[in-house]
């Protein structure tokens, strides 16, 4: 079975562009989270869909946006781009959403905002 | 508040020496538990968990890990070291809390686990 699929890989932004990057889960999972790994904060939690509804939001602003589709792909966008933007996000699916499940991770969008 | 503390920033074992990687968690609760591990540019790979019953989990590549309520602690281990489990490690923590905590992990800032042949 595939894993977890993130488009693009790497991606290059200037200060105040706008990036939208995409996950594909793995076949049949239906819950999709995101998180924002900087080496300053570590790994933070930034949204999770299921259902294609947002079931759960990290402290981020509201430049951070995302959305599920019905086949569970999911897209998270940040707009108007800062400098500490620049980080590996990471998109994690799990089965479905709960306490117990696991979560893992696809391989990240590595994005550098100049 | 919740949180998870890795209190070592690096690790060094020697190949073949058993190695602990620490973890610590401060929930209410009973908390679930996770060990991730991350090699140089990539994802991160799923190890273990403890969800409940016995608190000594095995999981992938010969790690184990240990669950201890009264000292709130879930170390990693291995009884013996491979140069290739050389990686960071994160460990993380979900909580009970409602319906808006469940796909929410919490990780530690991450243990470098360095294996010297």
């Known amino acids: 079975k595939a894993g977890v699929t993130q488009t693009p890989r790497y991606l290059i932004k200037t200060r105040g562009q706008q990036v939208t990057l995409s996950c594909s889960p793995i076949?049949?999972?239906?819950?999709v989270s995101w998180y924002q790994q900087t080496p300053g904060q570590g790994l933070q939690f930034l949204f999770e869909?299921?259902?294609?509804?947002?079931?759960n939001k990290g402290n981020f602003p509201g430049r951070f946006s995302g959305r599920q589709f019905s086949n569970s792909r999911s897209e998270m966008n940040v707009s108007t781009l800062e400098l500490g933007d620049s980080a590996l996000y990471l998109c994690?699916?799990?089965?479905?959403?709960?306490?117990?499940?696991?979560?893992?991770f696809g391989p990240g969008t590595r994005l550098l905002v100049l | 508040a919740q949180s998870v503390a890795q209190p070592e920033d690096q690790v060094n074992v020697a190949e073949g020496n058993p190695l602990t990687v620490k973890c610590t968690y401060s929930v209410s609760g009973n908390p679930y538990l996770f060990w991730y591990v991350q090699y140089p540019n990539r994802g991160l790979q799923f190890l273990l968990k403890?969800?409940?019953?016995?608190?000594l989990v095995k999981g992938s590549y010969g790690f184990e890990a240990e669950f201890n309520k009264s000292q709130t602690s879930f170390h990693l281990k291995k009884p013996s070291a491979l140069v290739s489990d050389s990686a960071l490690y994160f460990c993380a923590v979900r909580f009970p809390g409602g319906s808006g905590n469940t796909g929410k992990l919490i990780f530690g800032q991450g243990t470098t686990l360095q294996v010297k042949p």
């Open positions: 076949s049949g999972h239906r819950s």
């Open positions: 994690a699916s799990s089965l479905a959403t709960g306490i117990q499940e696991t979560q893992y």
């Open positions: 869909y299921f259902s294609e509804t947002q079931r």
């Open positions: 403890y969800i409940t019953g016995d608190n």
